[in-house]
């Protein structure tokens, strides 16, 4: 996938999940997290997302692919980023 298409990609999909996060996930962590969920997923390698859980603990679980060769599943810690489970 070239620059440009993931450029336009990680926007859409972060309206389209905000505005879906904003209605399942509102109880559980304010809406303006999202961004700092994108961040780190954008930073993880994260092309296309799938799937995210947010819980009260303070971990994020996200699912999608990384770079369309892999599959992956990760979870975050909101607090800081880190890495804290992976599985490909």
């Not at 070239?2 to 304010?30: E, V």
């Not at 809406?31 to 092309?47: E, P, Q, V």
């Not at 819980?55 to 607090?79: C, H, K, N, Q, T």
Request: hydrophobic fraction near 40%; glycine fraction near 6%; charge should be negative.
């Amino acid at each position: 996938m070239n620059a440009m298409k993931k450029m336009l990609l990680i926007p859409t999909s972060a309206l389209l999940l905000a505005a879906a996060a904003g209605s399942a996930q509102a109880d559980t962590q304010p809406m303006d997290r999202i961004d700092d969920i994108l961040t780190y997923a954008a930073d993880y390698g994260f092309s296309h997302i799938e799937e995210i859980n947010v819980d009260d603990r303070g971990r994020v679980e996200l699912e999608g692919w990384l770079d369309d060769e892999w599959y992956a599943d990760v979870d975050f810690s909101m607090d800081n980023g880190d890495t804290l489970q992976e599985e490909r």
